[in-house]
């Protein structure tokens, strides 16, 4: 494995080092203290002596532990892009007593900010006892407008028990400057940041002006979207709740249904951009008809449209349930409601209310064809969902990347986001979460599936199909190469081989990027 120059050679901070080796791998690595700080004590680890760990074989990771993104390969394919593992190390940057940390949750709700909240709290304490947690009011703004919540175990021992954040939470009111300011002011020296792209983007912003001031902090980053919409992690928290409480919400709207003559049952689900929670809900209840997100267009009127659907399932079953995401059909609405353009304070596009849209559509459809009459019921369960408690399986996740995070904090690394990938908890580097949405690959097996379980038309004609597969080109290009084991190599060198940034490692066929 190369080794990264730690030279400052971008004034804003570096947000991420890239070191390749041998057969195509790729570290994309996340920023640590010692790149802009020379001659840092570090000191031994106090999970040396904590009981939990000492019946543990191995419980400090080892330096050299990455993860691979890719685990799907060929047997010519280069290694591909990794990064690095989370977990303790078995030296870190901080004595207990001069940790000063804080916590805030930024955006809309989601099951698990609480269970978040708690484990950084008691993860800080019982593994690293560190006593000084404060929790940020309000979201961003909170850091120069309102007061600190101080946070210890006994405060949180059981709020995981109970929806929202205790906290508070609030869009927009990112002030770069009066953030660090404060931070600064407080003597803060570790920045838990819970939150979604948006609020990640915020943290990277902090993370640079930190650095640009040359301060010892760490701003750690815990994903929260429950449309599943960060990329390259397996799943946000709260993601596994809001699917398992959307099955309360379509098993009304069955039961509505199956109990009508003609009876629609129409349930909005939460997916601004993606249409993960619609498709995944969709698959779990298997009494879904129709499932309709952003990814996948849709049209209401003609041969193989909507209502032509709707109207052979009625004849067939006497029933049926349709599941649509909230950022569905948006092009549809916006031409019949001649909707104007809007942003909230996140810079999310305001959506119309494509549930209430669709429904009414579907009641003048039949109203005016006069063949029969339906009976529709509409349900859109969006802040019931958002404001429940984390489910078992979302418990579990919560209190890993909290654990994750602290462990990379104290551990003396920055700017990163904690997740998931192939099952792994890694420390991914802000650029990569925020750079793009993950979304729902309409040309993939998993949409497939959903489309044999429902029986559904997929709306596509062939050229949307194959311009569809045209699309995720690159992506393989990239991954595999046609270079056989070079071929990564190759492509980060055309991309990369002009910047001032690229260093040569010294190790034929290696190069370190910083950016």
């Given at each position: 494995?190369?080794?990264?120059?730690?030279?400052?050679?971008?004034?804003?901070?570096?947000?991420?080092?890239?070191?390749?080796?041998?057969?195509?791998?790729?570290?994309?690595?996340?920023?640590?203290?010692?790149?802009?700080?020379?001659?840092?004590?570090?000191?031994?680890?106090?999970?040396?002596?904590?009981?939990?760990?000492?019946?543990?074989?191995?419980?400090?990771?080892?330096?050299?532990?990455?993860?691979?993104?890719?685990?799907?390969?060929?047997?010519?394919?280069?290694?591909?892009?990794?990064?690095?593992?989370?977990?303790?190390?078995?030296?870190?940057?901080?004595?207990?007593?001069?940790?000063?940390?804080?916590?805030?949750?930024?955006?809309?709700?989601?099951?698990?900010?609480?269970?978040?909240?708690?484990?950084?709290?008691?993860?800080?304490?019982?593994?690293?006892?560190?006593?000084?947690?404060?929790?940020?009011?309000?979201?961003?703004?909170?850091?120069?407008?309102?007061?600190?919540?101080?946070?210890?175990?006994?405060?949180?021992?059981?709020?995981?028990?109970?929806?929202?954040?205790?906290?508070?939470?609030?869009?927009?009111?990112?002030?770069?400057?009066?953030?660090?300011?404060?931070?600064?002011?407080?003597?803060?020296?570790?920045?838990?940041?819970?939150?979604?792209?948006?609020?990640?983007?915020?943290?990277?912003?902090?993370?640079?002006?930190?650095?640009?001031?040359?301060l010892k902090v760490s701003v750690a980053g815990i994903p929260k979207t429950i449309d599943n919409d960060i990329p390259v992690i397996d799943k946000s928290f709260g993601f596994d709740t809001a699917v398992e409480e959307a099955q309360r919400a379509i098993n009304a709207a069955h039961v509505e249904a199956e109990s009508a003559e003609n009876g629609i049952g129409v349930v909005k689900l939460m997916g601004r951009y993606c249409g993960f929670i619609a498709q995944y809900a969709t698959l779990?209840?298997?009494?879904?008809?129709?499932?309709?997100?952003?990814?996948?267009?849709?049209?209401?009127?003609?041969?193989?449209?909507?209502?032509?659907?709707?109207?052979?399932?009625?004849?067939?079953?006497?029933?049926?349930?349709?599941?649509?995401?909230?950022?569905?059909?948006?092009?549809?609405?916006?031409?019949?409601?001649?909707?104007?353009?809007?942003?909230?304070?996140?810079?999310?596009?305001?959506?119309?209310?494509?549930?209430?849209?669709?429904?009414?559509?579907?009641?003048?459809?039949?109203?005016?064809?006069?063949?029969?009459?339906?009976?529709?019921?509409?349900?859109?369960?969006?802040?019931?969902?958002?404001?429940?408690?984390?489910?078992?399986?979302?418990?579990?996740?919560?209190?890993?990347?909290?654990?994750?995070?602290?462990?990379?904090?104290?551990?003396?690394?920055?700017?990163?986001?904690?997740?998931?990938?192939?099952?792994?908890?890694?420390?991914?580097?802000?650029?990569?979460?925020?750079?793009?949405?993950?979304?729902?690959?309409?040309?993939?097996?998993?949409?497939?599936?959903?489309?044999?379980?429902?029986?559904?038309?997929?709306?596509?004609?062939?050229?949307?199909?194959?311009?569809?597969?045209?699309?995720?080109?690159?992506?393989?290009?990239?991954?595999?190469?046609?270079?056989?084991?070079?071929?990564?190599?190759?492509?980060?060198?055309?991309?990369?081989?002009?910047?001032?940034?690229?260093?040569?490692?010294?190790?034929?066929?290696?190069?370190?990027?910083?950016?």
């Amino acid at each position: 494995m190369g080794t990264p120059n730690n030279a400052n050679s971008d004034e804003n901070g570096e947000m991420m080092k890239v070191v390749t080796g041998a057969g195509g791998y790729v570290l994309q690595d996340v920023p640590h203290f010692t790149d802009y700080i020379p001659n840092l004590p570090t000191h031994l680890n106090l999970l040396r002596s904590n009981p939990a760990y000492s019946v543990v074989k191995q419980y400090f990771v080892h330096m050299d532990d990455t993860v691979p993104q890719k685990v799907v390969v060929h047997k010519d394919s280069p290694r591909g892009i990794h990064f690095r593992r989370a977990g303790p190390r078995q030296k870190v940057y901080f004595k207990s007593d001069e940790v000063s940390a804080c916590i805030v949750t930024c955006g809309g709700l989601c099951p698990g900010l609480n269970t978040v909240i708690r484990e950084i709290v008691h993860s800080l304490d019982y593994m690293y006892g560190v006593d000084k947690v404060l929790g940020i009011d309000g979201g961003y703004r909170g850091f120069y407008s309102k007061n600190t919540i101080t946070l210890t175990p006994k405060i949180v021992n059981d709020i995981h028990k109970r929806g929202g954040t205790i906290i508070g939470t609030s869009r927009g009111g990112h002030d770069t400057s009066k953030i660090v300011d404060s931070i600064q002011d407080r003597g803060i020296n570790q920045v838990y940041i819970i939150g979604g792209d948006g609020t990640q983007k915020g943290a990277a912003a902090i993370y640079k002006e930190v650095r640009r001031r040359g301060l010892k902090v760490s701003v750690a980053g815990i994903p929260k979207t429950i449309d599943n919409d960060i990329p390259v992690i397996d799943k946000s928290f709260g993601f596994d709740t809001a699917v398992e409480e959307a099955q309360r919400a379509i098993n009304a709207a069955h039961v509505e249904a199956e109990s009508a003559e003609n009876g629609i049952g129409v349930v909005k689900l939460m997916g601004r951009y993606c249409g993960f929670i619609a498709q995944y809900a969709t698959l779990a209840s298997r009494d879904v008809d129709c499932c309709l997100i952003p990814e996948s267009c849709f049209y209401l009127e003609g041969n193989g449209g909507l209502f032509e659907f709707i109207e052979k399932r009625l004849k067939e079953n006497g029933h049926m349930v349709i599941v649509i995401a909230e950022g569905a059909g948006q092009e549809l609405l916006a031409e019949s409601l001649h909707a104007k353009d809007e942003q909230d304070a996140s810079g999310n596009k305001l959506l119309q209310d494509v549930g209430l849209w669709i429904s009414q559509r579907i009641k003048d459809h039949f109203s005016k064809q006069r063949k029969f009459a339906i009976t529709l019921k509409y349900i859109d369960p969006t802040y019931m969902i958002r404001a429940i408690p984390s489910n078992a399986s979302d418990n579990v996740y919560c209190t890993l990347l909290a654990q994750s995070a602290v462990h990379g904090a104290m551990a003396g690394y920055t700017a990163f986001t904690v997740g998931l990938v192939n099952g792994r908890y890694t420390y991914i580097p802000f650029n990569r979460i925020i750079e793009t949405q993950n979304k729902v690959v309409i040309t993939d097996r998993m949409w497939a599936r959903l489309l044999s379980s429902t029986n559904q038309p997929s709306f596509l004609g062939p050229n949307e199909v194959a311009e569809g597969k045209r699309e995720e080109q690159p992506l393989t290009q990239l991954l595999d190469g046609d270079d056989g084991k070079t071929g990564i190599l190759v492509l980060l060198r055309e991309k990369y081989s002009s910047s001032p940034l690229v260093k040569d490692s010294g190790m034929t066929g290696e190069f370190v990027k910083l950016h």
